[in-house]
């Protein structure tokens, strides 16, 4: 089935659907969205589980070059007082890494607004197509309800009137007969009434899922950033307690960046193989979930010539139906108003509950046009699918981002530290460490100034 216009797979969309997919015994898998298969459920955690692999490595390494700098380092000769060399360069990397990490923080968030953004999207189409499947059920009742309701009271009212004129009574019992053709036509346009799947509901079920996403990724934002500042302090003022602890905070955020990678790649492969064609299994879960006709749903999800409203018959019986109540009561009252004056109230009410419906019978049929629901169904595609698809892949890259970033600043730190000269104790009862030599400054003894032979000056 052709995309429905309005939306178009990305080129990101296309990309990621070619891209191979294997089961737990590296099978493949073919690439179309089916989440209830058990062949692509191992097919999406095998993708998260990359990210379980790339952190098991980065930690061997991390540890092995930890290792190698602990215990392949040559032994420092007695009573040498010089840093070791290449301090500098260890710091400088660390910063750069942590500043990469800032960058890639940015991107965070970045990502996380942009995938609320098309969730926000879908969850407003969702609620538009909810108002206007109640607003149908809405009119239909309301119609049927006043047609009923007029043929209860004032038809037969009339029929009581003309119970001496043949002719008329066989005209009121047509118009009764028409009456009940209409309503039992109009009750059949609530095709959504009764339908267990309710589009309220499932936005409502989303909405509240993406507040604590986006809640989630938000203090895992502000936990790394705090961790790179932390860290940036704790390296420009020396202090190696603030150093060590925000080492561990490094470790606890590395693996947190790991495993959002692993959610945020099984996300991005199922995403990309949902919306590569998303009618056909919109069009078969909801068949499946509603029991209501493929032929409904094609033409609301499609919306395209080759398919015709299901409702067209429908529409056109009860409009003719309309139009000969219409005349047969302007020729009752014509015919019987002159003779039974008592007849004019109730065909009065008749005409008001004629204009009535036919005000809601021209509202239904603006509504039951596939342009409205179809607008919804493209506009929650173009959320999902644009929208969320993109944020997510900058979610991706922030993930890589901080898991590099980190990893590398985690090799530095504690070489970084390992450098830090020790702390006297009178610096810390005066606040820094860069007071020292002012404090021995004000101690040594000012030297009196050297005079010179010949430096004073003569008595004028």
Request: with cysteine; charged share 15%.
């Amino acid at each position: 089935m052709g995309e429905p216009p309005g939306y178009r797979p990305s080129a990101w969309v296309h990309l990621l659907h070619q891209l191979p997919r294997a089961d737990f015994q590296l099978r493949p898998v073919p690439s179309d969205f089916a989440p209830r298969e058990p062949g692509y459920q191992q097919a999406l955690l095998l993708v998260a589980a990359l990210a379980g692999l790339g952190l098991g490595l980065s930690l061997i390494l991390i540890a092995a070059y930890l290792i190698r700098v602990c215990c392949c380092r040559p032994p420092e000769p007695p009573g040498a007082k010089s840093p070791p060399p290449g301090g500098g360069c260890v710091t400088w990397s660390c910063i750069a890494a942590l500043l990469v990490s800032c960058a890639g923080i940015g991107i965070g968030f970045y990502g996380n607004s942009e995938t609320s953004d098309g969730v926000a999207q879908l969850s407003a189409a969702l609620l538009q197509a909810n108002h206007t499947l109640s607003a149908v059920d809405a009119l239909v009742s309301e119609s049927v309800e006043r047609l009923g309701e007029a043929v209860r009271t004032e038809l037969t009212t009339l029929e009581e009137v003309f119970a001496q004129r043949t002719e008329l009574v066989a005209a009121t019992r047509g118009a009764r007969r028409q009456a009940e053709a209409v309503a039992q036509q109009l009750g059949g346009l609530a095709f959504w009434q009764g339908v267990p799947l309710s589009p309220l509901q499932v936005a409502e079920d989303v909405s509240f899922v993406e507040e604590y996403r986006w809640l989630a990724y938000v203090l895992l934002l502000l936990l790394e950033l705090l961790v790179c500042l932390f860290t940036l302090l704790g390296l420009a003022k020396q202090s190696k307690w603030l150093v060590i602890m925000m080492t561990v905070m490094s470790l606890v955020v590395l693996v947190l960046s790991w495993g959002s990678l692993g959610l945020e790649a099984a996300a991005t492969v199922g995403l990309s193989d949902f919306c590569s064609s998303p009618d056909t299994y919109i069009l078969n879960l909801t068949q499946e979930e509603t029991g209501l006709d493929s032929d409904i749903l094609s033409y609301y999800f499609l919306c395209n010539q080759a398919i015709a409203n299901p409702f067209q018959q429908r529409l056109t019986l009860s409009q003719r139906a309309l139009a000969n109540i219409h005349s047969q009561l302007q020729g009752l009252e014509r015919e019987a108003v002159p003779q039974f004056p008592s007849a004019q109230k109730p065909l009065l009410s008749l005409e008001e509950t004629l204009n009535v419906t036919e005000g809601n019978f021209h509202q239904l049929v603006a509504l039951l046009h596939c342009r409205g629901l179809h607008k919804d169904y493209s506009a929650a595609l173009r959320g999902l699918c644009e929208d969320t698809l993109e944020g997510l892949l900058f979610l991706l890259l922030f993930s890589l981002l901080s898991a590099g970033a980190l990893a590398t600043a985690l090799c530095s730190l504690p070489r970084a530290w390992a450098q830090f000269p020790p702390r006297n104790p009178s610096a810390s009862c005066s606040g820094s460490h860069l007071s020292e030599p002012l404090l021995r400054a004000r101690r040594e003894p000012v030297p009196p100034p050297r005079s010179f032979p010949g430096s004073r000056r003569r008595p004028h």
